[in-house]
């Protein structure tokens, strides 16, 4: 009877079937059935009953998924202890992060593989943490805005505002508004949110400016992009082109005026069961995403 094993019982459980523990673990689904299978075999139990439309445990599989969590706790503390010990954390850590944030994150996530080199990082784009962080078994997500109450644990990273950049062709080519009523007579390049919503309404922390949108998409990548590109002026989290400000590539105008801001939240399913190697990168995101978010207030 292996761990492995083990595990990818209470991960059928909470997943609810075959088919999506499968799919969220990369495997076969005859692979997590045969499985399943041998593991009933070994404690001479059945934990499920099957159906071609549902799949729920038995009082057995009930009993001892219950009691499963609790062992497999106190075992993946008893590993910590001994990669605490020995120093040299290894394994792998599944996240989620909004498509946006990648410029962000990457030089982060860089950064924490040098000083953990034999750490494994899967990177998945989410948009519905409530339901990806089980479908994907991803053992912690990154989110902006506001956390829905669904049990999770939720810890905030920062607060993010946004400022209006332009690109210095752009601005060369046609001038730079001084107010927010010469600014709406520019082209605007538009954020759309996930539900469909166009962001050409700019809510700052004085106004709301309507813009003149010119060029749209649900990808802040795609949308930073196309304002280095000269296709008009945009509306962006500094933290999410720190390397386009660096280089000039992006100007900040109208600085007078931002955003409010929103929060951006750390969340995982509960305490119990953090490997080592996810507690490292969490505690280690908690305090080095702060610190560049420092670096480009200024910007």
Not at 28 to 37: F, K, L, M, Q
Not at 49 to 76: I, N, P, S
Not at 230 to 240: D, E, R, S, V
Request: overall charge negative.
């Amino acid at each position: 009877m292996r761990i492995e094993d083990l595990k990818l019982f209470t991960i059928v459980v909470k997943l609810g079937s075959f088919t999506a523990a499968a799919n969220a673990l990369d495997l076969p689904r005859a692979n997590v059935s045969r499985r399943i299978g041998e593991l009933e075999r070994a404690l001479n139990a059945q934990l499920f009953f099957r159906t071609t439309r549902q799949l729920r445990l038995t009082q057995h599989g009930e009993a001892y998924y219950h009691e499963l969590l609790t062992v497999l706790d106190g075992f993946e503390q008893a590993k910590n202890k001994l990669l605490d010990i020995d120093e040299k954390p290894i394994g792998k850590v599944k996240v989620g992060f909004l498509p946006e944030s990648d410029e962000a994150l990457q030089p982060a996530l860089a950064k924490f593989q040098q000083l953990y080199p034999d750490i494994e990082l899967d990177l998945r784009f989410t948009n519905n943490y409530v339901s990806d962080i089980y479908t994907q078994a991803l053992d912690f997500v990154i989110h902006a805005g506001k956390v829905q109450d669904s049990g999770f644990i939720a810890r905030r990273i920062l607060s993010l505002g946004r400022s209006i950049y332009a690109s210095p062709a752009y601005l060369a080519a046609n001038g730079e508004p001084k107010n927010l009523e010469e600014l709406s007579q520019h082209h605007a390049i538009c954020y759309r949110w996930p539900d469909g919503r166009l962001d050409d309404k700019w809510d700052l922390i004085t106004d709301t400016v309507k813009v003149n949108c010119r060029f749209s998409c649900n990808h802040m990548g795609f949308v930073r992009r196309a304002i280095i590109g000269g296709q008009g002026i945009g509306f962006l989290p500094p933290l999410f082109a720190l390397a386009a400000i660096e280089n000039t590539d992006l100007v900040r105008i109208l600085p007078e005026f931002e955003s409010t801001k929103e929060d951006v939240w750390l969340i995982y399913p509960d305490r119990k069961g953090i490997s080592l190697p996810t507690r490292l990168l969490i505690d280690f995101l908690l305090q080095e995403i702060p610190n560049m978010a420092g670096l480009s207030q200024d910007a």
